[in-house]
């Protein structure tokens, strides 16, 4: 039997799922303000999908569906979820290249003044 050969050096670094996330202080009202969010993301990121989640509050809340919204660019490799509560950029990436930090930036600029008056700084 032989010794099996390392696989070397790699070009690049590994790809990672990378996610950066803002919590809402006040929820979204989806019919209200999703034309305009979706109006200023749908440039970068043309794919839309509806879907809903099960969110299960704390003690004494009882679970509900949450309704969500994804915006994906063309390779689905970048994209934005909306919740009502929250507002997160998922990428998948090779590790250390920086544009992720970059688009986060990007997407937060794009953005500021539809959340201004709902987002929690911590």
């Known amino acids: 039997m032989?010794?099996?050969?390392?696989?070397?050096?790699?070009?690049?670094?590994?790809?990672?799922?990378?996610t950066a996330e803002i919590k809402f202080q006040r929820v979204l009202d989806f019919?209200?303000?999703?034309?305009?969010?979706?109006?200023?993301?749908?440039?970068?990121?043309?794919?839309?999908?509806?879907?809903?989640?099960?969110?299960?509050?704390?003690?004494?809340?009882?679970?509900?569906?949450?309704?969500?919204?994804?915006?994906?660019?063309?390779?689905?490799t970048m994209g934005v979820r909306l919740a009502?509560?929250?507002?997160?950029?998922?990428c998948t990436d090779y590790a250390g290249s920086g544009s992720f930090q970059s688009q986060w930036i990007q997407l937060l600029d794009l953005l500021a003044d539809l959340l201004k008056p709902r987002v929690l700084l911590r």
């Not at 790699?10 to 799922?17: E, I």
């Not at 009502?84 to 998922?90: A, F, N, Y």
């Open 31 to 76: 019919e209200v303000q999703l034309p305009a969010l979706t109006a200023h993301l749908s440039d970068r990121y043309p794919l839309e999908e509806s879907s809903s989640a099960l969110e299960i509050g704390g003690p004494g809340s009882s679970p509900s569906m949450e309704p969500l919204r994804d915006f994906k660019n063309f390779t689905s």
């Open 84 to 90: 009502r509560g929250s507002l997160s950029l998922h």
């Open 2 to 18: 032989e010794k099996p050969t390392g696989l070397g050096r790699w070009p690049n670094a590994p790809l990672a799922y990378l």
